[in-house]
């Protein structure tokens, strides 16, 4: 059975920093392009971040270029997100999402970190 | 940026009636690369159709996506008691990936 499970969430002052991990099991980690994907309270999903299979092809949304940075270990089967400079509108719920590849869709998901940013 | 809305925002239906769910892109989705996904209370996200018609494995054939280019459509078209969720849109042909805003189909 698939499973994604994500950790670090919690309560952080405004500019300071968080970061996310997310532990995969089940499946075959290595062929998998892994992905941060949001919800805000109230709010729609929102992709955040993506990384490739061999960590050579990196994305991230506008809202948090520059000041988040995803990573993999493959050997530990688990992605991270390193969050730095946060606002209070980065408060969501930050969900792990895995796909073959760049015409795929999310085939897993895990069931998400609520992060909290407020003074 | 896609920008993807999805009605109604909630379906109150019974137990064995047709769901029909929208989701409208603002422009041409690539190749038909249109996900549906379920969200039920505690649980993650489930795949339900990918390429815009294709069931994701052991989806029931009860759940019928169809649509191209701006318009798609999720069809379930005999509402079980499970059916009862929150249904989200998605489009995985163009950067950034987007989703619509959900529909809650509701008893």
């Known amino acids: 059975e698939v499973h994604l499970v994500e950790s670090g969430g919690g309560l952080v002052q405004p500019g300071r920093s968080l970061r996310l991990s997310c532990a995969a099991s089940g499946f075959t980690f290595d062929d998998y392009a892994m992905h941060w994907v949001r919800q805000a309270p109230g709010k729609g999903l929102e992709w955040v971040s993506g990384i490739s299979r061999d960590s050579r092809t990196i994305a991230y949304s506008d809202s948090v270029k520059g000041r988040f940075t995803i990573s993999r270990d493959n050997a530990k089967k688990s992605q991270y997100l390193q969050m730095d400079s946060l606002r209070v509108e980065d408060t969501a719920f930050y969900y792990c999402?895995?796909?073959?590849?760049?015409?795929?869709?999310?085939?897993?998901w895990g069931q998400g970190t609520l992060v909290t940013v407020s003074s | 940026e896609s920008v993807l809305t999805q009605s109604p925002g909630t379906l109150s239906l019974s137990p064995g009636e047709r769901a029909t769910l929208s989701c409208r892109a603002s422009q041409s989705v690539t190749s038909r690369y249109l996900a549906w996904y379920q969200r039920k209370p505690g649980q993650a996200l489930r795949l339900l159709i990918y390429?815009?018609?294709s069931r994701a494995t052991g989806i029931p054939d009860r759940f019928i996506g169809s649509g191209s280019g701006t318009d798609f459509t999720l069809t379930i078209s005999r509402l079980e008691p499970e059916d009862f969720a929150v249904y989200y849109c998605?489009?995985?042909?163009?950067?950034?990936?987007?989703f619509g805003g959900g529909t809650k189909v509701e008893i």
């Open positions: 998605q489009q995985y042909g163009s950067s950034p990936l987007t």
């Open positions: 390429g815009a018609s």
């Open positions: 999402a895995g796909r073959r590849g760049g015409d795929n869709p999310f085939d897993y």
